[in-house]
Structures are given as structure tokens and as C-alpha cells.
């Protein structure tokens, strides 16, 4: 079945330390990848996307993402989490690519970050 | 910056009435989305919105559920009789090509 799984439900970090979030998908084709993050009672806010091209993917806050395709994952890395960083992130794959755009979300990994 | 806007951020209703969320998408963007997040759990697609029709709807988006773009700005999501599991956070979202923007959200609880 089409799935997307984020394996952490949740992660603590020291601040300064660095991170790595995974996300793996299962579909047939390459979809387009998406990471997004939401801060306690906000919306979800893109931090990057990839749809093709360069594997490494630069985001917003300093974070960036490789594109692995023999592992069918997307995970997402900071070299140094700050506080602020704390909240929750989805990874999301858009399956039909240029069809609907609808969005499959993973179940999201809970960042705490430890002063 | 362009932003996709909710009206209202939070609504309490009771069980059996009707409820309307509404949003503005990002004025020149032509897909728009509902999702729904009910506590603690992942963010779920209801239904995708294109040229004035609904282009795709989730297992969620039953004959409950409906959406309208009643003029060139808005776009509503009307839950005709709410049930108590039809409490989360609903989101809007709209896109131009891919990339989708979402909007903060309306908390719908139903007591």
C-alpha cells in the first residue's frame, strides 16, 4: 500500500546538537517530497520541497534534505538545532504529481530540544 | 507575503448543526484543498478543488461534507450535521503548480 512513515515519534536533541529526521516512502514512482513544519497551535509551513534535479534539497531555518532513491527516503537534517526548533514535522509526498496535488502525510516527528 | 487565510480560528458547535469554514486562498493560485488533524494523530486529505469542481475526495469526505468557491476569493468547507468525530483541526490549502500553502487552521470542536 501507498504509505509514508516517519519512524520517530519523538526526538530530544541538546540545542547546538545536530538532527536527522527520516522519512521513508512507499510508491511506485518518484513522487514530489515535501517537509513541513508546525510550531504549537500554528498551520503547517513548508520548510523544503523536492520534485527533481539536485538530491540535495536547501531549505528555510537552516535545514536541508537528500533525496535517497534506493532507500526510497527523504530525510531531513539541521547541523545545529536552535530552541526555537522545537515543534512538530511532516513529511509529505505528493503521489499523483501534477494531477490533484493532494498530499500524504506521515505521522509526524515531535522535536523537543533540551537546553 | 501572499498567505492563505481561516475564518474563524476556533468554533465550538453542537452536535447536529451545521458548520461553514471558510478561507481565502493565494489569489492567483487555482487548486485548493481541505485536510483535516484530529488530535494527536496525522494530517488527513478530505478533498482537492479545481475549475469549480471537486477533482478528488478522500474515504473522510462523505455526503456530510461539501465544498463551494461561492465567488472569485472564497472557498468553504460545509459539514452539514457535525458528529462528535468531526472534531479537529481543519486546514485549508491552496497551490499554484505543486508547492501547497496552507493556512493556520480552524479548530472545529463539537460537543
Known amino acids: 500500500a501507498q504509505s509514508v512513515t516517519q519512524p520517530d515519534i519523538h526526538i530530544t536533541v541538546s540545542e547546538g546538537a545536530s538532527l536527522e529526521l527520516r522519512c521513508n516512502y512507499s510508491?511506485?514512482?518518484?513522487?514530489?517530497l515535501f517537509w513541513y513544519v508546525q510550531s504549537p497551535g500554528q498551520g503547517l509551513q513548508l520548510l523544503l520541497k523536492y520534485f527533481s534535479g539536485d538530491t540535495l534539497v536547501q531549505g528555510i531555518k537552516g535545514f536541508e534534505a537528500e533525496f535517497k532513491r534506493s532507500q526510497s527516503s527523504f530525510n531531513l537534517r539541521k547541523p545545529s538545532v536552535h530552541w526555537s526548533d522545537a515543534a512538530e514535522y511532516f513529511c509529505a509526498v505528493a503521489p499523483d504529481g501534477g494531477a490533484t496535488n493532494k498530499l500524504i502525510f506521515g505521522t509526524g516527528t515531535l522535536l523537543a530540544v533540551q537546553p | 507575503e501572499p498567505e492563505v487565510t481561516q475564518t474563524p480560528s476556533h468554533q465550538v458547535t453542537q452536535m447536529g448543526q451545521e458548520v461553514i469554514l471558510r478561507c481565502v486562498p493565494i489569489?492567483?493560485?487555482?487548486?485548493f484543498y481541505w485536510y483535516r488533524q484530529i488530535l494527536g494523530q496525522k494530517v488527513e486529505f478530505l478533498v482537492s478543488?479545481?475549475?469549480?469542481?471537486?477533482?478528488?475526495k478522500s474515504e473522510i469526505f462523505d455526503d456530510q461534507f461539501s465544498v463551494e468557491r461561492p465567488d472569485g476569493s472564497n472557498f468553504t468547507l460545509k459539514i452539514r450535521s457535525t458528529k462528535l468525530e468531526d472534531s479537529a483541526m481543519y486546514f485549508c490549502a491552496s497551490s499554484g503548480q505543486i508547492e501547497a500553502f496552507f493556512g493556520q487552521g480552524t479548530r472545529l470542536t463539537v460537543v
Open positions: 510508491y511506485g514512482a518518484t513522487p514530489y
Open positions: 489569489s492567483n493560485h487555482l487548486y
Open positions: 478543488f479545481y475549475n469549480n469542481e471537486i477533482s478528488e
